[in-house]
């Protein structure tokens, strides 16, 4: 079994399958920022960066996968990566079965966005032993994390769900506890993966 997880985890970092998957999360983020282009065009320029979090999250770990790929790394993006991946898949997950719940359907659509949402937390998750991020860069993105939370409970910069609107304050205090869940599984990860050199797998051109 555990040379099962051990052949996954280098397959994870074999560089065709790297480009393969810079270029989906490239694409979802790109996407991602068109989704929200309604909201941004009503947005105060100052709250412009806190809206998209989504395409933001996989535009984090799109940044991470391109360094990888040219064997570099950033603790920092890492952690933002780690935890906004994880804080804003599962958080779009649920929003968009409570929609299902509260409306009886939610198209194709909702149900694209459950897939590619719950998508972006299994990659997060996936790639666990790979991140090098220690507790300074998990303390770095938690404040972006939890300022997030602020700017879209406080000033009211959360997306838009208009058949929630009711709910928003149970939303956000259901937000920031999943906030602070995925800081603490970062701190875990950061005290599991110590700093070690990294490899991209190569293709055996022997066989």
Known sequence: MLSFVNKISAWLMFKPFLVWLFL??????????IWYEGQLSRTEPIFLIFVPDSP????????????????????LIEALAFITLIKYGLW??????????????????GWMLVASHFAM???????????????????????WTLHNDVIDYVFGQMPIYSSLSEYSSQIGYFTFWLSIACIAFALFVAWLNKPAPFQLTKTDHSR
């Open 92 to 109: 779009a997950v649920v929003m968009n079965l409570l929609t299902l719940w509260q409306t009886g359907d939610i198209g194709w659509e």
């Open 56 to 75: 933001t999250a996989s535009l984090f770990f799109t940044i991470v996968l391109g360094l990888w790929l040219i064997g570099k790394r950033s603790s």
């Open 121 to 143: 937390a299994l990659q997060a998750v996936l790639y666990i032993d790979h991140y090098r991020f220690g507790w300074l860069a998990v303390a770095l993105a938690a404040v």
């Open 24 to 33: 989906i999360n490239l694409g979802g983020t790109i996407f991602g920022y």
